[in-house]
């Protein structure tokens, strides 16, 4: 027996597609779930963040308060990739289309934007320099920017071995897309 208020993805379950009334449209959001890759990484980051922070303090215990805040330094380097790897991916507003990757943010304006589709073409293997078969998420942009920009793959860390959660995180950012094209 399901139950559908401990999952996540009961928002897919219901057959109406449509916003809730009381979903801000201007709120940056993400049209689908992390991946088990991306919050797995994340997870031993924060469990490794959490060693060096017990080292922080056998450190200072000991009297090198010095050594035991570089300890500390390192320890919040490393929560703040976690998070930041937690961040990754694509968002939509009314206001736009954002990319996150780990350094840089991209936001393109929805006047820029020609269009999303879907495409087959090799693709990234978990962001590695490997490349394999699969399908891609890409913005074509208006003129005067660059074309095909990649997204989402089948093959990053949120989609890697869940075709169908690719399939509805396509859509929704198609959906977004078509929804703000003449604007």
Known sequence: MPLPFLTADRAFDTA???????????RWRRPYRPGPWRVGVAALLLLLASFVLLAAVVIALT????????????????????LRLLRMGVWVSSRGLRRVAFLVTRTTPWAQVAGVRTVQQPVRWLGLPRTVQGQALVLVRRKGGQDDV????THNADFLGRLEAFDRAADS?????????GR
């Not at 990649?150 to 793959?153: D, G, I, S, V, W």
């Open 173 to 181: 950012a198609e959906a977004w897309a078509a929804e703000h094209q």
């Open 16 to 26: 109406d597609d449509a916003a809730l009334p009381f979903d801000d449209r201007e």
């Open 150 to 153: 990649p997204l989402l793959t």
């Open 63 to 82: 009297g090198a308060v010095s050594s035991a805040g570089v300890c500390f330094g390192a320890a919040l380097a490393v929560v703040a990739g976690a």
